[in-house]
């Protein structure tokens, strides 16, 4: 039997004879303790690609529950691995802030509203021939209304793929809406209030820093949490959960100041499946290893990933009839490029380490069928409380009043500072007028680079007649 079928045995046989399921891994336990007395001093830390099936069965199948592991996943996570140490995100809604003209209404029977012909123009204006290639989409109450796309999502050395909406994309920090909707559905359902202290939900083994207990839910949401650390892998989050938080108002960050932070998102991963039940936060996944801490914090971070991927797909992905959309970078998806192009393109590969922040490949099409049934069809949360949830910046970077309507914006941006410049860029807005628009390139806007946001928006605010 492969151990994948092991593991998702032992969850069934959890549930309908715990005494056997719970006999397991006290004995397996117990030759791990054995084996750790007899181990060397100054022991190299074991890793999980090492432990063999049996102790690995039985130390964390019984631990997880309502989720499958997948075997193979689970051996070959990495907690930080080399395609993100030099990956770059956007800076959040004070990235690229301007003050956008307006120009004078003329006033119709219909009142202010979007010239969707020259708005769809202006952006084939901007985009094309200014990056490497790009996809629009704008749909008004759930109907496309506009398209437009340009050259590559692979330039022909790459094999030469053209963009359309149903092109995946490594999306960035669009991630974020996803994870937003997620959280804010799950603290909704367990009526955990978004008020609530996230140190009631973080792993007990984790140590917590001064005024962690200050942080709430809302805080990670808005980023105003006061965490200084940028980076979303497993150890950098478990580290800054360590030093703890400021509460002086004279620091970069501090608890209640805005500072844009991937580490927000990325703890929600880790709470999602604390909360969800898929994990309990006393669990320890060490395995009676002499130097185990490394497999307790590889485990934890592999089985906390599976336990969001698994329930965004089911809660937020399913309802919209969007499958497909993964942490991983399938073949088929958009590479990363410079502009102008001069050389291969970039695929960032598989993101499931900075899950939560960053890290979904999706189209156009997914991304708006997702944006769609939130915002209108109550599967996977009321029109009340997705509005509310933009209302409160959850999840997004910008809530702006046009002469239309309110406007609310999602930025993404993923750039490699190593190979100079190749880009992936996404943009996600619930516009006035039952609209929702997608935006994807996958290189910067001209050179020198033009801040994308910036670009589209004030194409819309000009289109508003």
């Not at 549930?15 to 054995?34: F, G, I, K, M, W």
């Not at 109907?143 to 050259?151: F, H, K, L």
């Not at 989050?237 to 960050?253: E, F, L, P, Q, Y």
Request: include cysteine.
């Amino acid at each position: 039997m492969t151990l994948s079928r092991a593991l998702t045995l032992t969850l069934i046989l959890a549930a309908t004879a715990p005494a056997v399921a719970h006999a397991q891994p006290r004995l397996a336990s117990s030759r791990a303790a054995v084996a750790a007395m007899s181990a060397p001093p100054n022991a190299p830390a074991a890793r999980v690609a090492d432990v063999s099936p049996t102790v690995l069965h039985a130390g964390v199948a019984p631990k997880v529950r309502g989720m499958a592991l997948d075997e193979n996943r689970l051996r070959a996570h990495v907690i930080r691995p080399p395609n993100i140490i030099n990956a770059t995100s956007d800076l959040g809604r004070d990235q690229g802030r301007i003050s956008f003209v307006r120009k004078p209404l003329v006033l119709t029977p219909q009142g202010p509203h979007l010239d969707v012909v020259a708005f769809s123009n202006a952006v084939d204006g901007a985009l094309a021939g200014h990056t490497n290639g790009y996809v629009m989409e704008l749909r008004k109450y759930g109907q496309t209304i506009a398209t437009r796309q340009s050259n590559w999502s692979k330039t022909p050395q790459d094999g030469g793929t053209k963009w359309d909406a149903d092109q995946w994309m490594h999306v960035a920090s669009v991630s974020k809406l996803i994870t937003a909707m997620a959280m804010t559905k799950l603290l909704d359902a367990n009526n955990i209030s978004y008020d609530a202290k996230i140190i009631d939900y973080l792993p007990t083994y984790w140590a917590k820093g001064p005024n962690i207990g200050l942080v709430t839910f809302r805080e990670l949401m808005t980023h105003t949490s006061g965490f200084a650390e940028g980076q979303t892998d497993y150890a950098s989050m478990k580290n800054a959960v360590s030093a703890g938080v400021s509460t002086n108002s004279g620091m970069a960050d501090y608890v209640g100041h805005y500072h844009y932070r991937n580490m927000n998102f990325g703890l929600c991963r880790i709470l999602i499946a604390i909360i969800n039940g898929n994990v309990d936060k006393a669990s320890d996944f060490s395995l009676g290893l002499p130097n185990g801490q490394a497999v307790n914090d590889t485990i934890w971070d592999s089985v906390t990933v599976q336990a969001y991927d698994q329930y965004v797909k089911t809660t937020v992905f399913a309802p919209a009839g969007v499958s497909g959309a993964t942490l991983d970078h399938p073949g088929p998806a958009a590479l990363a490029y410079r502009f102008p192009v001069t050389d291969a393109g970039w695929n960032s590969g598989n993101l499931e380490s900075v899950a939560g922040g960053a890290g979904w490949h999706m189209s156009a099409n997914q991304l708006l069928d997702v944006m769609g049934t939130f915002r209108r069809k109550g599967t996977i949360m009321t029109s009340a409380k997705a509005l509310a949830m933009l209302d409160n910046g959850f999840g997004i970077d910008m809530i702006a009043d046009t002469p239309a309507g309110k406007l609310y914006n999602k930025n993404g941006l993923w750039h490699d500072a190593d190979v100079n410049g190749r880009t992936e860029q996404s943009l996600a807005y619930f516009l006035p007028e039952g609209m929702e628009l997608v935006v994807l390139t996958n290189s910067p806007i001209d050179n020198p680079e033009k801040f994308f946001r910036t670009v589209i928006t004030q194409i819309y605010v000009d289109n508003v007649k």
